[in-house]
């Protein structure tokens, strides 16, 4: 492993002397199998009765690394956006994602606005690349940031290593961060996963609550 000054998770210059030094053991290379899948299964439009107008529905990717779910979103007719604070991050997914590549933007994901509502925000390695104590901040800002019956769905990583990242999640203390918000929808093994996560991360979907 390279030698690096940084070992702060909660800054950019971290991520960056990773993505710069080529040292990206989270890094998939593609995208997992059950987004794939999932991509397949329906017409990401609001109107899929054919009323006018119909609009793509919209996604947001928060700290994408290298984004190469952003294409797969895009291909499927998703209207998507890719963020990240790393400017090397920035870089890399704008080289993975090819004519997509103005879809990825330089932002903190506690202070991005997106132009229009979401649908959909898309998880994978993101809420375990930060320190336990910054989830309630996370959960607080998926929370304002999806409308209700919007989805939260993705790859949810589970482990009691006090250290990281990768910070895994107990079951018992997501379910208690996210119960208030989301109803579990999914959940599920994932075979695909790559050495780091290997047999400890779930697929999930995470409904927003309706408000009673
Ligand atoms: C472990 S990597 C995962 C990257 C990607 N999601 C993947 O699956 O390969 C975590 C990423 O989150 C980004 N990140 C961490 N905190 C962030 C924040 N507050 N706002 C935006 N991006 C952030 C990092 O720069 C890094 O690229």
Known sequence: M???TNRDPRTAEFWDQRFDQQFTPWDRGGVPGQLAGWLQTGKPVSDPQGQTPSCRLSVLIPGCGSGYELQAFCEAGWDAIAIDFSPSAVVAAQ??????????????FFAYDPQQPLDLIYERAFLC?????????VVQ??????????????YFFFDNNPK???FGADRQQLVQLMSAHFDLEQDMPVEDSIPVFQGKERWMAWRRKKAL
């Open 2 to 4: 390279p030698d690096f």
């Open 95 to 108: 080289q993975a994602v090819g004519p997509w590549r103005e879809r990825v933007v330089e932002a903190d």
């Open 129 to 137: 690349a930060m320190p336990r104590d910054m989830w309630p901040r």
């Open 141 to 154: 800002r998926w929370v304002q940031l999806l409308p209700e019956g919007a989805l939260l769905l993705g």
């Open 164 to 166: 990281g990242p990768p």
